[in-house]
């Protein structure tokens, strides 16, 4: 059973940077895909961004294009969000998943999730 535990959330100011980390277990096969995901209060939980296995393809919505940077390490099993240039609208809980099979930003191909760490950025 694959988990995810998502790290480095907290409060910023619009303007400001913040790096999560998501750290991967419980697998043989490293899974095909791992994205972040972000839901708002009242909001649909909506794709941020995604990265293949070999990190060749990455998808990014575009309300983050230019401002966030997905990459991993896969020696140490850990994706990360680098995220800049952070807005009050960028304010969610940002979660972690795993896609076994194939590589997007559509939550339902995504079989594993974490729990979540909350971002909170301030005008």
């Known amino acids: 059973q694959v988990q995810l535990v998502e790290s480095g959330g907290g409060s910023v100011q619009g303007g400001g940077s913040l790096r999560l980390s998501c750290a991967a277990s419980?697998?043989?096969?490293?899974?095909?895909?791992m994205g972040w995901f972000r839901q708002a209060p009242g909001k649909e939980r909506e794709g941020v961004a995604a990265i293949d296995r070999g990190g060749g393809r990455v998808y990014y919505a575009d309300s983050v294009q230019g401002r966030f940077t997905i990459s991993q390490d896969n020696a140490k099993n850990t994706l990360y969000l680098q995220m800049n240039s952070l807005e009050p609208e960028d304010t969610a809980m940002y979660y972690c998943?795993?896609?076994?099979?194939?590589?997007?930003?559509?939550?339902?191909?995504?079989?594993?999730w974490g729990q979540g760490t909350q971002v909170t950025v301030s005008s």
């Open positions: 419980g697998y043989t096969n490293r899974p095909y895909c």
């Open positions: 998943a795993a896609d076994p099979w194939r590589c997007s930003l559509e939550k339902r191909n995504f079989d594993y």
